[in-house]
């Protein structure tokens, strides 16, 4: 069954401007993770978040955890054309070998 | 480049064909995954290997048919699929332990089965 579930599906913003896309799950986890899918490629990892973390940074990513609201958003600043993608959100339930559930995405696209 | 790679990166395949799809990873890890991606789908977990063991079957076909000779290694041997088996099919890695880890993901196959 479907874990995570991006909002919105698609968002469509100016270069520059910010990108805001939040996740919800329904089952209490380990770790929460987001990751980038260009068109028919491969994902690329991007920030993990533990689940006794709230807020992580990476360069221009900020990803916040609300364990008792079971969210997590990621944040996107002064967005560039190149972070036009589809990006997921992926729950970590397991021990040892990770079995990660992928929500259906967010499809970002940035205008020039 | 992830340290994953992945051949055949197209297939077209018909339903009674037999194919393999290879992975190979250059990362040192030690669990490897396969992943089925539909179009307007998520991502879908279709079996996990930990230590070249098999941990995870989510109740996939028979006509799937994963092989991990090692931990660098992970095949996916197919035969007599269907049309609704095309899709992106995805490899990926990751370090085991008790700690959180990311996966690593390998560019795909882009499977048409006809």
């Known amino acids: 069954s479907q874990q995570g579930e991006e909002d919105p599906q698609a968002l469509s913003i100016q270069e520059g401007e910010n990108a805001t896309m939040n996740c919800s799950y329904k089952?209490?986890?380990?770790?929460l993770q987001w990751y980038r899918q260009n068109s028919g490629r491969g994902l690329v990892h991007l920030i993990l978040?533990?689940?006794?973390?709230r807020e992580k940074h990476s360069g221009r990513l900020r990803v916040t955890l609300d364990t008792s609201k079971k969210s997590s958003s990621l944040l996107i600043t002064a967005s560039r054309a190149a972070d036009t993608a589809s990006y997921f959100c992926?729950?970590?339930?397991?021990?040892?070998?990770?079995?990660?559930?992928f929500g259906q995405g967010t499809r970002l696209t940035i205008n020039p | 480049e992830t340290g994953v790679t992945q051949t055949p990166r197209h297939l077209v395949m018909g339903m009674t064909n037999k194919k393999s799809l290879k992975c190979e990873q250059h990362?040192?890890?030690?669990?490897m995954y396969w992943y089925k991606q539909s179009a307007k789908k998520p991502l879908e977990l279709m079996f996990v290997y930990s230590l070249e063991e098999r941990v995870e079957n989510n109740s996939v076909p028979s006509r799937f048919s994963p092989e991990c000779p090692n931990s660098s290694h992970l095949f996916l041997h197919l035969h007599t699929l269907q049309p609704e088996d095309s899709a992106l099919y995805l490899c990926?890695?990751?370090?085991?332990?008790?700690?959180?880890?990311?996966?690593?993901f390998g560019p795909g196959t882009r499977l048409t089965v006809t």
């Open positions: 089952t209490s986890i380990n770790n």
């Open positions: 990362l040192g890890h030690n669990a």
């Open positions: 978040i533990r689940s006794n973390e």
């Open positions: 992926a729950t970590d339930t397991s021990q040892g070998a990770q079995k990660l559930v």
């Open positions: 990926a890695s990751s370090r085991l332990g008790t700690g959180a880890y990311e996966q690593y």
